[in-house]
């Protein structure tokens, strides 16, 4: 997840306890569309268009 807020961040570390770790949270929008390329390949899905989902 992309968020701006600490305690938004803090949010989501405790509900990626319950997930098996299975939510992060980014502060920085690079790092965030990093991290979805590459959970998106590891899904199969490395051909999904990103810009489908920054665009704005």
Do not use: N
Request: aromatic share 4%; net charge positive; charged share 15%.
């Amino acid at each position: 997840m992309l968020v701006a807020s600490k305690m938004v961040a803090m949010g989501v570390s405790v509900a990626s306890l319950a997930l098996d770790g299975k939510v992060t949270s980014h502060s920085e929008r690079d790092a965030f569309l990093a991290a979805l390329k590459t959970a998106l390949a590891r899904g199969g899905l490395a051909a999904f268009p990103i810009q489908a989902l920054t665009a704005a």
